[in-house]
Structure formats: structure tokens, C-alpha cells
């Protein structure tokens, strides 16, 4: 499991990465909102620990940003602020708990294994859409206009990380590290040759264009229908 911590408190983020760490997690520590926020919106993560007081941009504008991007990673909440007011704000923002400062780090990490094993459950009975395609992730199986759509692992990873973030523009770096785990060599045409594949599967046979591209930057997935879209 890979978490995300964003704490501008050196003291608290390295207790806390050390502490994740040793309990057998992955762990990723932005020390400031902005990079917090980068990190969250190119990386995938199981959970992010979010400070609410940031220096630059606070966590509750964070928090609104993922999920305006329809990025549902859990959000565990730290805040030195214990007033019912303020925890009610963070969870109506969408958040998943809230954990007022200071805390026993036993209680954090309770906390966080039950969030995590929430959002097992949660991700088990999760189906993504876009216009008439529904991609089922329990049994990996995509359908289009009632059609069932034969698709590789690859195929669907891919097509899985266009959903999660549709309507964003995917740079071939991303495409490359989240899909196929490695660093995106620019000589190299696999991210456009898979693209191509999944085009043929996904928007070839059908009016309706999902996969565009935006030049000199990546792919998007959206439901526009203005023309087919070019590599």
C-alpha cells in the first residue's frame, strides 16, 4: 500500500513517514501544499495524509481539487483545530477522518488501516463510465454501447488510468510510468502504438470519440463527438 504524506512540519512528517514505514507501508512526503497536490494528481496512492494548514495552498483547497479532478483517493485529515465546525467542513470537502493534533501515532495508523481497508471494499464494487462505455474493474471487463470489448491487461490498465482522470491531459510520461512501471524514453513509440490499439477497440467502430489527442502534450479521455481525434 502506498500513502501519501503532505506536512510542512519537518518534525511531524518525518515521525510519520518513519512510523508508516516501519509498519509496512510505501511512503511519499511532499513537505509543501503545491507539491502535495502535484504528486497526488500524477501519482496513484492508496490514502494521503493531509495537513490542513499549509503555507502556500491549505488542504482543504487540496482536497477540493482532487476531487473537482475526480480523484477519489481516501483523505485522512491532521489539524491543530478540534472544533466540530471545522472537522464537519473537512469531511463535507471529502474527506474520510479527521485526526486532531497531537495524536498517538497508534491511533493514526487504526485509522488509517481501517480507511484502507474501507476503500477495499468500496473498490471492489466500482465501475467506471464515460458516455455509453462502462468499464467494470471486479471482473476487467469493458463494454460499449452493449457491446463487450476484448481487451489485454495492458489494454485495460490503460484505458482504466484515461477514465480515472478524464477530461485531464495525460502527458506519455505519466502513461508510461503508472502503465507499464518505467521511465518514458521520447525516442520510443510504445505509449502511441498502444493508444492506437485501444483506439481501434474503443473508438474505431463507434460515432462517438473518446481517446484525443492534444499535440505536443499527451492524450485525454472525453466525450466529444467534433471529429475523430489523430496521433
Known amino acids: 500500500m502506498k500513502i501519501l504524506i ?14 508508516l514505514t516501519e509498519s509496512g507501508f510505501v511512503v511519499a512526503w511532499a513537505q509543501n501544499g503545491l507539491d502535495g497536490q502535484h504528486m497526488a494528481k500524477t501519482e496513484a496512492y492508496d490514502l494521503i495524509v493531509l495537513d490542513v494548514m499549509l ?5 482543504l483547497e487540496i482536497i477540493t481539487s ?9 483523505v485522512l485529515f491532521l489539524t491543530a483545530k478540534d472544533s466540530v465546525e471545522d472537522r464537519v467542513k473537512g469531511l463535507e470537502k471529502g474527506a474520510d477522518d479527521y485526526l486532531v493534533k497531537p495524536f498517538a501515532f497508534t491511533e493514526l495508523l487504526a485509522r488509517v488501516r481501517t480507511i484502507l ?3 477495499v471494499t468500496v473498490s471492489a464494487s466500482t465501475t467506471l463510465k464515460i458516455a455509453d462505455l462502462v468499464l467494470n474493474l471486479p471482473s476487467r471487463q469493458a463494454v460499449r454501447s452493449g457491446q463487450r470489448i476484448v481487451l489485454t491487461n495492458k489494454e485495460f490498465s490503460l484505458l482504466e488510468l484515461l477514465l480515472r482522470k ?7 510520461s505519466l502513461i508510461a510510468s503508472q502503465v507499464w512501471d518505467m521511465n518514458f524514453d521520447s525516442d520510443s513509440n510504445v505509449i502511441d502504438v498502444a493508444i492506437r490499439r485501444l483506439r481501434s477497440k474503443i473508438d474505431d467502430p463507434f460515432e462517438i470519440k473518446l481517446i484525443h489527442t492534444v499535440r505536443g502534450m499527451g492524450y485525454k479521455m472525453e466525450a466529444a463527438d467534433d471529429g475523430s481525434p489523430e496521433i
Do not use: C, F, H
Request: glycine residues 14%; charged residues 40%.
Open 66 to 74: 482532487l476531487r473537482e479532478a475526480s480523484i477519489n483517493t481516501p
Open 117 to 119: 481497508r474501507r476503500g
Open 55 to 59: 503555507p502556500d495552498i491549505n488542504g
Open 166 to 172: 478524464k477530461g485531464e491531459v495525460l502527458p506519455r
Open 6 to 19: 503532505v506536512e510542512d512540519e519537518l518534525k511531524t512528517g518525518e515521525y510519520l513517514r518513519r512510523g
